[in-house]
């Protein structure tokens, strides 16, 4: 039986060590930043968000060491990057009791919130149920959750959602896998949707009209980007976001990234906590 809960891919996570250092240096890249973010006491993270249309990327600090962001900490003890991606749900509560008649056993729904300054001045609060895949369910070391928005007004703010590099939504986040095949697979059964074998790796929508999933193994990394755009990237999981734009020009000019391909300029890990950071055409 297919998920009924799960409606793509909602946000990617960027763990990092410097939360506001990671704000103004992806805020130089042509992105529209949040005003910074701290999530309930028993979560103890702290928060960026990027806006896009229906997505977002989320940069992520530990502000307070928790029992629920141990596996944050035990990543960033071993380096910064992709530390998962969030699934939209409309139903928490209803997408855990599916993991749960699967076999599997989720962690959660855990309820939490964070103020939000609102743009005609006052504050409001951001409100979501989540919950989690086991932690030892990661396609290519890439963990996943589920992400129920209660407020949506108070996350897609229509000023935060205009970029300089003109980034609109996630097209694809990429993950590297020595064995590509096994990890895209992996994911497509937690999904429930297809894995498919293409030029570049391995495909898995995330569904609906969100990011696609690519697994690739190093020789497809290395075939991908240029050794300079490689650079500062972890040698297994998510490594890449590729983000589409409605003007690649305006992207490579705000961001400083390096053109190569047909229609792709992409930045380099090293500026971006780990994370090569691709732009395409919308």
Known sequence: MPLKHILGADHVVVTV????????AWGLLGFTVSPRGTHSPHLGTGNYTIMFGEDYLELLGVLT????NKPTRD????????ERTAFTTDDAAGGAAELKARGLEPLGPVHFGRPVDLP????????FNVFRWPLDQNPGGMRIFACQHLTRETVWIPELQSHANGARRIARIEILSADPEAAAKKMAGLIDEPATKT????????????????FYDAAGFAARYPAAVREGAAAEGAVAIVIATGDLAKAKAASAAIAHGEETVSVP????NGVVISFIPN
Not at 65 to 68: K, L, N, R, S
Not at 75 to 82: M, Q, S, T, V
């Open 65 to 68: 060491e928790t029992d629920q």
């Open 199 to 214: 030029p570049d790796g391995w495909r898995v929508p995330s569904g609906g009209k969100r990011a696609d999933f690519l």
């Open 75 to 82: 990543f960033l003890a071993k380096r910064e990057g992709i």
């Open 120 to 127: 005609g001045g006052g504050t409001g609060e951001a409100k």
């Open 269 to 272: 890990a090293a500026r971006a």
């Open 17 to 24: 060590r410097d939360l506001d250092a990671s704000a103004r």
